[in-house]
């Protein structure tokens, strides 16, 4: 299940990657989710696997929000307007065949509230025309304040200039990303937390796969002697060399000969 905490982590990450925040789930405390409905856990689209391969396969995206009171969409205004515009109709005369206010037609017109999913249908019959619009949840939200919250196994990282996010339930320790320049790709970290060699091994292929997907420096920030410069094909910088760095290119500098040299 997912807590505020959990929610709140997913849209720092996706802050930083440029991304999008979805939940993809079977069902809720609530009961089964609908394949094509959208629902939200703490502001953060909730959908079905299906209705995230219809996105992504076949260009399929939902139309239908779950919310108190029902099932709602949003009406494309354009549509009616051009209905209106084109029959010499006045807001009051469409809103009388839909069966609601003049109020209200006006707010759909202007996309400034949802309508229910029957008095969509409901358009769609007089207009003899598709009314909703999809929803793009691939689609980059609006960019929120980062909220960076360093623990001591990444504090030299915020020494070096570096904004961190910690983690608790993702498959990664932090991740760093420079306050003064959008331009440098982030850093993925995982640090050693008194784990085995053959646990931190185990960890760098899912960091590797996660690096090449969101366009990041994957590394490992260890305090053992004993492991060498990298693990799998992560480089493997020590804690009292990062201590010793007065510079992030330093360590960029660094990481990138030690990927070269394995």
């Given amino acids: 299940s997912v807590n505020e905490k959990n929610a709140h982590e997913m849209k720092q990450l996706a802050n930083i990657f440029l991304a999008s925040p979805i939940i993809i789930g079977a069902k809720s405390r609530n009961g089964i989710l609908e394949e094509g409905v959208i629902y939200e856990r703490y502001d953060i689209p909730t959908i079905t696997f299906e209705t995230l391969k219809n996105m992504i396969i076949y260009k ?24 209106r515009e084109e029959y010499s109709m006045s807001l009051k005369d469409l809103a009388d065949l839909a069966h609601v206010s003049r109020a209200t037609m006006y707010k759909y017109e202007n996309e400034i509230v949802r309508a229910n999913t029957e008095t969509a249908m409901i358009l769609e019959e007089i207009l003899n025309t598709k009314v909703t619009l999809d929803i793009d949840l691939l689609k980059q939200p609006q960019k929120e304040e980062i909220e960076y919250n360093s623990s001591d ?110």
């Fill in 60 to 83: 399929e995206y939902p139309e239908i929000l779950a919310d108190r009171g029902g099932y709602f969409v949003k009406i494309d205004g354009n549509v009616i307007k051009q209905y």
């Fill in 153 to 262: 196994d990444t504090l030299d990282l915020s020494k070096l200039g570096y904004g961190v996010v910690s983690t608790n339930k993702s498959p990664f320790d932090a991740v760093a990303k420079m306050k003064s320049s959008e331009k440098e790709s982030p850093l993925i970290a995982n640090v050693e937390k008194n784990r085995s060699h053959k646990t931190l091994k185990r960890m760098a292929v899912p960091l590797k796969d996660l690096s090449m997907i969101t366009s990041s420096e994957p590394v490992f920030i260890i305090n053992n002697d004993k492991i060498k410069e990298s693990l799998g094909t992560i480089p493997v910088i020590k804690s009292w060399e990062l201590k010793e760095f007065e510079r992030s290119q330093e360590l960029l500098k660094l990481i990138r000969e030690r990927k070269e040299n394995q």
